[in-house]
């Protein structure tokens, strides 16, 4: 049977400095992957670029990504088109934020020009892990080499950086030959009274309305946080004398002191091991990763993270019955000490699968139906009818050729990177890893684990 004609985005990306030396790139990848997607009977659903973006930046700074990944939550895409991994992401971290995503709303991802690396399979898993880490190798080597020479400038006062990141209350001007960050003096009343206002009221709210309603009335939350944040204001940058002051060191200390009570902030360094594979088992909603700190030892004050998933569908919305956590720590204990156990009971489980199949009674040919979708195909691709007309009637003659046609065994599973894993001494290996190796390594082996309404698990289901 003919494949159902897929809905891909184009992603196409290109830094700064590689439009200096490339000129056209971005015209050049899009060209290059419109072809890949005609030759591969692809229907281009969007094409998102992404320029004067490097790869390494946090993914929430590129707008094409963002635009991407809602259009995706919003199913309007099936596959995602780039020229090369390095197009994609050099950061593992923020990489597998993505295929989170990705993964929960069945949408792939093709490397044009590198068939190799891919999700699907052990090698290209391996290709892939290989890849992004000499990427993030190599631009944290560039990194370090800019960090240095930008150093050296901060130190003799130099401005590195354009107007377009010049924070309130300050300016660049030409001084003795060099370009440096002054005092703006159409801004510097507004700075003084902000602080003045929010050291004596201790208010963000107060504080924002005041300058909105006396200075400025475009003044917003985030020029609120870089101004109660910045170390600029106390007159230094990365700990340098940088910059003329706002305010002295014990003045800032206060401010962020007082900036900082009461504020809910998300820790940094917090590693969810099995984000996107566990559904909740009243309603099917994927559960979602939270952390709490609990004190371990009351003498010494020492607190210790907990991880856990629960429904946000019961917590939040109050539409599921389900209100449990789910420990991390024993997910992951059972998994270590049942991994063998599980991977049978699931090898048994898709040999039944293959061997419960039957054919159905043929009343029809399924010929004429396929004549049908090739007609189908043709008219979607030419532009003749939309996308809710296609996928409804594509369904439709795709369902009564799954009743017409026999229901012949899939190609038996491949395990052997399974087993050979199992063969191993996983666990000592498993131990030795970061949080976020062994994050991936679930990732590379598990598809999703099956919980019992008393949380414990039913089954698992491997890659």
């Given at each position: ?276 594979l566990i559904k909740c088992p009243e309603c099917g909603r994927l559960l979602c990763s939270i952390a709490c700190n609990s004190t371990i030892n009351r003498k010494t004050g020492e607190k210790r993270t907990y991880y856990y998933y629960r ?153």
């Amino acid at each position: 049977m003919e494949n159902k004609i897929p809905r891909c985005a184009i992603y196409i990306r290109v830094s700064t400095s590689e439009q200096m030396i490339h000129g056209k790139s971005l015209e050049a990848q899009k060209e290059y992957l419109s072809q890949y997607a005609a030759d591969h009977n692809m229907a281009i659903a969007g094409v998102y670029a992404d320029e004067g973006k490097t790869a390494r930046k946090e993914f929430k700074k590129r707008k094409a990504i963002h635009s991407l990944l809602s259009d995706v939550k919003a199913g309007k895409i099936d596959v995602i088109l780039f020229w090369r991994l390095d197009r994609w992401f050099r950061n593992m971290s923020d990489f597998y934020k993505v295929q989170d995503i990705l993964d929960a709303h069945g949408v792939h991802w093709i490397s044009a020009s590198e068939p190799g690396i891919n999700m699907e399979t052990r090698d290209g898993r391996l290709q892939l892990n290989v890849v992004l880490s000499i990427g993030q190798n190599e631009v944290d080597t560039t990194s370090e080499r800019i960090k240095f020479v930008n150093e050296a400038s901060i130190r003799q006062g130099k401005l590195i950086f354009g107007n377009a990141n010049m924070p309130i209350g300050y300016m660049a001007s030409e001084v003795d030959g060099m370009k440096k960050m002054v005092k703006n003096p159409d801004q510097e009343e507004l700075v003084n009274d902000f602080f003045r206002f929010f050291r004596k009221h201790q208010s963000k709210t107060d504080t924002l309305n005041y300058i909105k309603k006396y200075y400025n009335p475009d003044f917003s939350w985030a020029n609120m946080r870089t101004m109660l944040s910045s170390e600029f204001y106390k007159g230094t940058y990365r700990g340098i004398p940088y910059c003329p002051a706002y305010l002295t060191e014990a003045e800032y200390d206060e401010i962020h002191s007082i900036s900082g009570r009461n504020v809910k902030r998300a820790p940094s360094g917090r590693v969810y091991l099995f984000t996107g594979l566990i559904k909740c088992p009243e309603c099917g909603r994927l559960l979602c990763s939270i952390a709490c700190n609990s004190t371990i030892n009351r003498k010494t004050g020492e607190k210790r993270t907990y991880y856990y998933y629960r429904c946000n569908r019961a917590t939040i919305d109050k539409k599921c019955s389900n209100r449990h956590r789910l420990s991390q720590n024993l997910i992951e204990k059972y998994l270590l000490d049942n991994l063998e156990y599980e991977f049978k009971k699931y090898a048994l489980r898709v040999n039944k699968i293959d061997e419960q199949k039957k054919k159905t009674i043929k009343t029809k040919t399924p010929g004429q139906l396929r004549k049908e979708l090739d007609r189908l195909n043709l008219l979607f691709q030419k532009g003749r009818i939309e996308w809710d007309y296609y996928n409804q009637e594509y369904s439709r003659l795709e369902s009564e050729i799954n009743e017409l046609s026999s229901a012949l065994p899939e190609e038996k599973k491949d395990f052997s990177h399974l087993e050979q894993l199992l063969e191993t001494d996983f666990r000592s290996i498993y131990a030795s890893l970061s949080q976020e190796n062994k994050r991936s390594f679930w990732r590379t082996i598990v598809k999703q684990i099956h919980i019992n309404k008393d949380f414990s698990v039913e089954y698992v289901d491997f890659i």
